[in-house]
């Protein structure tokens, strides 16, 4: 509040005093003639309100400070003083373990299971053919008897030789082929004659040309086939008799057939006694 007097009538110059908001609490003394201006500063309401706001927030964080210190401090203290056995073991779940039964003494460990064979992949690549020289041992040997000595049927590189044996009562004629070198393709007659030679006992007129066997591969040992071939003489035998085994060659394809039955076709002789 600020109070001006009326101002003196003469108007003269009289001195004035003007406090400032450091001077509330000065007494002024003058004289009657003499004018006193005096100014009150006030501090505003709403500094006043911010002022009180900011010293209850920090009235509260000390106070939440002090608590949360306090606090923690007795839960450490109370950590150092527990014994060791009463801590509590960490939990497992045993949902998804079975349970392992226990195994009587004395008795013997499990063995592994098998180990599982190998899965057979099939390859559906086409595979090559048998060598020559790799299935030769597989061949069967020939168990018929024969000349010692190899004939020339005429037939380029190709040697022949007749062969045949008695076995359990029966008798079985049959003939070799060879080559002197490189591979052939031959075509064998095979039949039976009398001791002579000049009358045919098998297989008979129906088969002119004897028992045939074509497209025989040859070979100077052999490779891929057996090189021999024999069958079993029906039984128009005569025990005690001799009968000559009678063989002829030609070439693959060749049209020019033995005919057993003229007398002149011997072919290459082999005797044998039928026992």
């Known amino acids: 509040m600020t109070e001006n007097p009326d101002s003196p009538p003469d108007g003269s110059g009289s001195p004035s005093f003007t406090a400032t908001s450091t001077d509330q609490a ?24 911010t002022g009180m706001a900011w010293s209850l927030a920090g009235v509260t964080v000390l106070t939440l400070g002090a608590f949360v210190g306090v606090d923690l401090w007795q839960r450490h203290t109370a950590a150092d003083t527990t014994p060791v056995g009463d801590a509590k073991a960490p939990a497992f779940s045993t949902a998804s373990t079975p349970s392992a039964t226990p195994k009587p003494s004395g008795t013997a460990p499990e063995s592994p299971p098998p180990a ?24 069967p040997a020939n168990p018929n008897s024969c000349t010692s000595k190899w004939s020339d049927p005429g037939v380029a590189r190709v040697q022949v030789r007749p062969c045949g044996r008695v076995e359990n009562g029966h008798l079985y004629a049959g003939a070799e082929w060879r080559t002197t070198s490189s591979h052939a393709l031959v ?3 095979i039949w039976l004659e009398d001791a002579k030679g000049t009358t045919v006992v098998y297989p008979g007129k129906t088969m002119e040309y004897g028992m045939p066997y074509f497209n025989m591969a040859a070979w100077p040992e052999p490779k891929i086939h057996q090189q021999w071939k024999e069958f079993e003489v029906g039984p128009v035998l005569e025990h005690g008799e001799l009968y000559q085994v009678c063989v002829e060659v030609r070439e693959h394809g060749d049209t020019d057939k033995p005919n057993i039955s003229s007398p002149a076709v011997k072919g290459f002789q082999y005797g044998i006694p039928y026992t």
């Open 116 to 139: 599982r064979p190998p899965v057979q992949r099939h390859s559906t690549a086409p595979t090559a053919g048998p060598t020559p020289s790799a299935s030769a041992s597989a061949l």
């Open 26 to 49: 000065r007494t002024y003394q003058a004289s009657r003639d003499q004018t006193i201006n005096e100014h009150h500063h006030y501090t505003p309401r709403d500094s006043l309100r």
């Open 187 to 189: 075509d064998v007659y």
